[in-house]
């Protein structure tokens, strides 16, 4: 438009120039005056011609803002028509002024194409930016998809494997029970009560199986059969070696079917990890009471020694029913005592163990260590037993050693096969005055040898000492352990020297793994015997001991005169003392820091017949410093709570006894350096 304009008011200029020339010519008056009247004719119409040019114009270019001075101009032109004006000086003007305007035009198009360019320039980098983050992100959303994905794949293979593992197992399990289900029906003519949920079954005990290493599974199988074990009643016991697991089931379901008179608890771990189970019977199963005197059985320490693990699982299964059905014997057994029962205290050496009568396969623990040469000896001086550090102990020993410090058992009988007879402490002998014609005896020689004669006499054959035909027979069927063969490390010598009980072993059969035929004969031979030997633990006297205050006291001295312990019996944390003894006359002495040394002489009645030993109980009187002035300090008798077996001498001499304070203790060490250096 702005060209178009340009070439119009170029050529309007070019006309008007021409037009000028024209009027100078020379020509005559009246033409002269009817050629200037043309001429301002042709001017104004020329004029008019142009003012009519722009006014058409002007309509378009009212939308633009920049040419809106053409308004005026067009008005001004406008007017022309009617006003006379010089020509060529508004004609100058005017061309400035078009000129300017169109340079102006000219800068402002110029600008605007700059700042399009630079608008383009801006949208394409934008664009440019855009794109790559997009690129970017796509990529990572790409990642993260393909990462989510290959987390998904590997759960779902996971959850695969481990449901096929669960569904191997299940089917192994459901085998094992369906071929002992089956088992079952083949040996019993009456059909197999299926009670409670699944495939639990009242007689869930098939034939034994020897299974070795497989603790884990069973316990896995132990959960499955959880329900089964709560649901069902008392299950029959059968005659037949059970296998670690199952005696483990056994116990669970029996301590679930009566847990008011029932506790298992584990006493620690078998070399491979088995738990020594035990079964605690009584009134309070679980802990002590007062008056109460705590009894227990052992069997299995030695492995292929298996008629021990039976008769004490008839035994519990015996008691319960018994208790369940009213049957007094059993009632006043449970009321009047606490029994613990371990069935098995070597299940490594019972899955190695052979069937042989004699042979002694499985004797030991999975160390090869017998375990009833494995316990600190009191008769072992340091130079021969400097092991004798409890550490250095197999861990069964170990966890038996930790059960004796955690109860304070009264009677034990730890249950072996072979032999026929009941063998009494000591096993052991370092040469001094214990030494009597051929036997280690004991201070409490006569009570031990009664509660031999207890067991074998009600034994169907042991008191008549020959059965098994040994090399010499034991008169009644019983022995001084040392007097048959002396041994060190026993178990039994442990008992009574560090333990205060008195505890028998008890040899229940001449062959060490009888054929299981002959299983319910063994029971019936050993049964009264079992029971008659628990009744033993209400001998004697037993009760507390007081100090001036009238508080039970720990570690009172409860000695009884001619009777001089290795390590003297003292009251337990609940103050107590159980001192068994046969009927007769005693002189106590009790002795306590700070305290008055108190002596009474008691006629002690026989207690097994009426369930409980004769209660006395001993109250001490304090005595003033002045008074004695070498009297202990009281806080000494914690210093030397147990009997220090480490300062034991060396075999030969009389074995000085021992004293248990401080003073004492230096002077033992001495007397042992002395000794080891001689
Ligand atoms: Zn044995």
Known sequence: MAAQFRKSAGRTASNSSEQQVDVSCEVPTETKRTALKYCLLLASGLACVIIIYFTMNLKLHQTVSSLKNHLRFGNVASSMCHDIVPLKENYETKKMELLKIEADIEQKILERQLKNQEIKHW??????????????????????????????????????????????????FTQELEQEISALMRRSSSPVTVVGVGRCSSRIYGPA????????????????????????????????????PEIEQYLLQVNASNPAITHLYSIGQSVRGQQLWVLALGLSPRRHTVGIPEFKYVANMHGNEVLGRVVLLQLIDDLVRGYRNNETWSLQLLNSTRIHILPTMNPDG???????????????????????????????????????????????????????????????????????????????????????????????????????KVYSYNHASMYKGDICGDSRPFLEGVTNGYQWYPLAGGMQDYNYVWAQCLELTLEISCCKFPPVQQLPALWTDNRKSLLAFIQQVHLGVKGRVFDGSGVPVQNAVVEVKGRTNMCPFRTDRHGEYYRLLLPGNYSFTVTYPGHEVLTETLNVPHGPDRYSAMKHDFMLRRITTSANPTQADPTQASLTPSCDY??????????PRPTWTGLGAVLGLAAALQSLVG
Request: glycine share 8%; hydrophobic share 40%; charged share 20%.
């Open 209 to 244: 199986k020897r299974q070795t290493g497989h603790t884990a599974v069973m316990s896995s199988g132990l959960l499955f059969l959880l329900p089964c074990l709560i649901l069902t009643p008392a299950a029959t016991l059968e005659f037949r070696y059970h296998n670690n």
């Open 350 to 452: 019972f899955d190695e163990s052979d069937t042989d009568c004699q042979y002694s396969q499985g004797r030991t623990n999975y160390n090869g260590v017998d375990l009833n040469r494995n316990f600190p000896d009191a008769f072992a001086g340091l130079r021969r037993q400097p092991q004798l550090a409890e550490q250095s102990c197999e861990a069964e020993v170990r966890a038996v050693i930790g059960w004796l410090r955690t109860e304070s058992f009264v009677l034990s009988a730890n249950l072996h096969g072979g032999a026929l007879v009941a063998s009494y402490p000591y096993d052991n002998s370092n040469g001094g005055s214990e030494l009597v014609g051929g036997a280690s005896v004991t201070p409490d020689d006569d009570v031990f040898v009664h509660l031999a």
């Open 123 to 172: 949208a394409w980098v934008s664009n440019e930016a855009a794109n790559r983050e997009m690129a970017v992100g796509v990529q990572l959303f790409t990642s993260l998809i393909r990462s989510l994905e290959r987390s998904q794949a590997e759960l779902i293979g996971m959850i695969d494997a481990k449901q096929k593992t669960t569904k191997t197992q299940a089917k192994g």
């Open 646 to 655: 480490n300062l034991r001498l060396e075999a030969g001499g009389v074995v």
